[in-house]
């Protein structure tokens, strides 16, 4: 194979939703009947020829390979196990006469259909983006579907675009995936690789031919030192792939990129691959001080992609010190090149969108396209000389200079508040204790209760939607939460619930609903980013040093129990995911930002306690993904992420009942720090994986309560009441029945109000029918 030179910059991903979420619209409607998959994939078309477009004005070059074709409809993860032909068993019957699956069976395999429950989901490294898990068994057969592949590349050919497929990598791939179900013990899918990465071979091939000069395979598993597979072997994988995918003679140039942390040991690994372009990420790593004389003598033949724009944050940071740090990769390679760390997938398209965003703020900023402007100016510095760039690199160490002293960002008395917290101020009574104290609650054994949200309907956005036109005043508004709110609540007493909630009507968001009424943050109108398929959030921004001006809950709490008898819980979200889903400063450790953010849900606490609500949930989903990949840096996070949650909760009374909530099931190496949270109830997900978490927190030693949802809320499947019992029959055969809640998976917002009413009347069915039997 001919070598390729690669571009001076790039990104090494774009985010794929649409400035105006516009692929989210069109799989939404594809999805409800009201275009056809014609029509979608035309306007997805449009989007990806706009992307180009716009990658190219911003300083990205049209014919190197510089633009990365980084477009998914659902999922990058989902796009390469159908393109290597892993279907699983259960979705055959999607595939077509070729073998491939159109683009009604690609959704169909995300979202589950009937019996067939989709594609389990979890968090893609430590980020808020959630992929879809592969299931790779011993019989699996890998074949080759690049159609989509090839056509996306011969459309950036067609609109004059010399593009760089992405694809995510074969071990990375493999590392992700789980056993299928019917895997003997002991198979891991790691065990495929020698049957994977022929395929890939043959994707790269079909790739030469058709013109393609680089190809990215993302393999961040390789940074990632929480994968449970050996090391040794993660590594041993990552130098058979590589040198069987090099070895081929027809084949693009290979870009390895490997985001969201150093590479550490699996750099000499890639290294020693024929490869020809390795992706560092510097913003989260840094490069091993002292290489050995093989690795420098092999990284000096490469191309060194210097991932020096953090694609994981909305900063524009300091630029200088980024150009700094590529410079400091050239003595290594003649070839560096400038890229964003990770993908831009993580932040939203353009500040510049931002018309109501204070223009001080603003400047502090940079999002997708003002990070693809960035690299394209150090990639400027790079090829031309510093001196080119001196003012781009002094209007951003001015824009952070006037960040450092703004008003706002350090506030005396809030950090007074946090310098003076004693021990005392991180514990409550001991649990038995509060045991004897709650049971004033008078809950039925297996009590039932939801995760909060109720289904946020087309009425409920639309008043807020009136709300912030001025078309609906804060009085008409605050009269319809508060009849949705009561109709919420009469619903779940017609149910027969134990613990009501008041539905959380009032909430655009669970972060930016406090973000909102927080000192410190401000909001965004267009900064969405993809969470999950067409989900998208909103995150807020925490420029500044955190504080409660007013209660923030209280109302709508209070008013919800004042229509029942029954218990209502308190909704807070925890100060951990407040965190992980706002882009935080950064500019102090993320532990200090959090006793900030603690210190203000203590004072709702108190306030809620006050107001006679005596359950009280305060959220962590995020508790986990927030975990560092690399496990030396663990401990020091679990030590200020556990410390937050209970400075938020540790003055609240014995008698108050804690809950907590966690949206995944992979207890793994968080169970001491879930169980160091000290709540009295901690809801989990497990309907997905039909609750194989029972085991594990069985095998924990676990002893508080503890509620593993029993229905996957993240489809619109209604489970049976049979289904249900079934999972909760397991549940109480590992888990005693006097710690056991009986909950959804997660919060019901995204689901519509029939499929809501069915499911919670066979959880109570299934519920009563388990009671009955103990
Ligand atoms: N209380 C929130 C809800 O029900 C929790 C959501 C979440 O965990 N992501 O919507
Ligand atoms: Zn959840």
New binding site residues.
């Given amino acids: 194979m001919t070598a390729h030179a690669f571009p001076t910059g790039t990104i090494l991903g774009y985010p794929r939703i649409g400035r105006r979420r516009e692929l989210k619209r069109a799989v939404e409607a594809f999805w409800a009947g009201t275009i056809d998959a014609d029509e979608l994939e035309a306007r997805a078309a449009a989007l990806r020829a706009a992307t180009r477009e716009r990658l190219a004005d911003l300083g990205l070059d049209r014919a190197t390979s510089a633009i990365p074709e980084s477009f998914s409809f659902y999922d990058q993860v989902l796009d390469a196990a159908i393109t290597v032909g892993a279907v699983p068993p259960r979705f055959a019957g999607l595939r077509d006469a070729g073998g491939g699956v159109d683009l009604a069976g690609y959704f169909t395999i995300a979202r589950g259909v009937g019996d067939s429950a989709p594609l389990e989901m979890t968090k893609w490294f430590d980020s808020n983006y959630h992929y879809l898990v592969p299931e790779i068994g011993p019989d699996t057969v890998f074949t080759l579907h690049a159609d989509r592949i090839l056509a996306e590349f011969a459309e950036a050919k067609a609109q004059g675009f010399l593009t760089r497929p992405v694809v995510v990598g074969p071990v990375t791939f493999l590392l992700l995936a789980k056993p299928a179900d019917d895997a003997p013990a002991g198979f891991g899918p790691l065990d495929r690789l020698g049957d994977l990465v022929p395929v890939y071979g043959q994707l790269l091939d079909r790739l030469a031919a058709a013109g393609a000069e680089w190809v990215q395979l993302d393999e961040p598993a390789l940074v990632s030192e929480s994968i449970d597979e050996p090391r040794d072997r993660v590594l041993e994988s990552a130098a058979t792939a590589y040198d069987a995918l090099g070895a081929a003679d027809a084949r693009p140039s290979i870009f390895v990129a490997a985001p969201y942390g150093a590479l550490d040991d699996a750099l000499p690994v890639l290294a020693a691959t024929p490869v020809e372009a390795i992706g560092l990420d510097l913003v989260r790593g840094t490069l091993a001080a002292q290489l050995d004389p093989v690795t420098e003598e092999s990284l000096a033949a490469k191309t060194l992609v210097a991932g020096v724009i953090d694609g994981h944050n909305v900063w524009r940071g300091d630029l200088a010190a980024a150009f700094a740090r590529v410079e400091a990769v050239q003595h290594l390679s003649g070839a560096v090149a400038v890229s964003t760390s990770t993908s831009l997938l993580h932040v939203p398209h353009d500040v510049d969108a931002e018309t109501s965003l204070d223009a001080r703020l603003g400047s502090w900023l940079a999002f997708a396209d003002q990070k693809v402007a960035q690299v394209a100016t150090l990639a400027r510095g790079l090829g031309e000389g510093r001196e080119t760039i001196e003012t781009a690199l002094d209007e951003a160490s001015a824009a952070l200079a006037d960040r450092t002293s703004a008003p706002g960002v350090r506030v005396p008395a809030v950090r007074d508040r946090v310098t003076a917290l004693a021990d005392r101020d991180f514990a409550r009574a001991v649990y038995d204790e509060r045991v004897a104290a709650q049971q004033s609650l008078d809950l039925p054994e297996l009590p039932t209760t939801t995760?909060?949200?109720f289904p946020q309907t087309g009425d409920i956005r639309r008043a807020r939607a009136r709300l912030v036109k001025g078309e609906l005043d804060a009085d008409g508004y605050r009269q319809l939460m508060r009849a949705e709110i009561e109709r919420v609540v009469r619903l779940q007493e017609e149910i027969g619930l134990d613990v009501l909630v008041h539905g959380?009507p009032e909430r655009n968001d669970?972060v930016q609903y406090f973000a909102e009424l927080l000192d410190g943050f401000s909001v965004t109108e267009h900064g969405w980013v993809q969470s999950y398929g067409s989900r998208c959030t909103r995150p807020s921004i925490l420029w500044g040093d955190v504080s409660r001006p007013a209660p923030m809950t209280v109302e709508w709490s209070s008013y919800a129990q004042s229509l029942t008898e029954k218990p209502v819980k308190g909704?807070l979200t925890g100060p951990v995911t407040i965190l992980a889903w706002s882009f935080v400063r950064d500019d102090q450790p993320l532990g200090d930002t959090a006793r900030q953010v603690a210190l203000a849900l203590r004072d709702e606490i108190a306030d809620l306690e006050r107001a006679g609500i005596r359950v009280i949930?305060v959220?962590e989903?995020a508790l986990r993904e927030l975990l560092p990949l690399k496990l030396a840096e663990q401990p020091a996070y679990l030590d200020w992420s556990v410390g937050a949650f209970r400075l938020a909760t540790g003055g609240a009374a014995s008698a108050t009942q804690v809950h907590t909530?966690l949206?995944y099931s992979e207890f793994g190496v968080v169970i001491d720090a879930i169980k160091n949270l000290d709540a009295d109830v901690t809801s989990i997900e497990a309907a997905r994986s039909r609750m194989e978490v029972v085991d594990d927190i069985a095998a924990s030693g676990f002893a508080h309560g503890i509620g593993p949802g029993v229905y996957d809320i993240h489809s619109p499947r209604v489970p049976s009441a049979v289904e249900v019992q079934a999972l909760l029959e397991r549940a109480v055969a590992e888990i005693p029945a006097s710690r056991l809640w009986v909950n959804p998976d997660?919060?019901?917002?995204t689901r519509g109000y029939d499929e809501t009413v069915a499911s919670l009347e066979h959880i109570l069915e299934a519920a009563r029918a388990v009671r009955a039997e103990l």
């Fill in positions: 995760i909060g949200s959380e669970m909704m949930q959220d989903p909530h949206c997660c919060g019901l917002k």
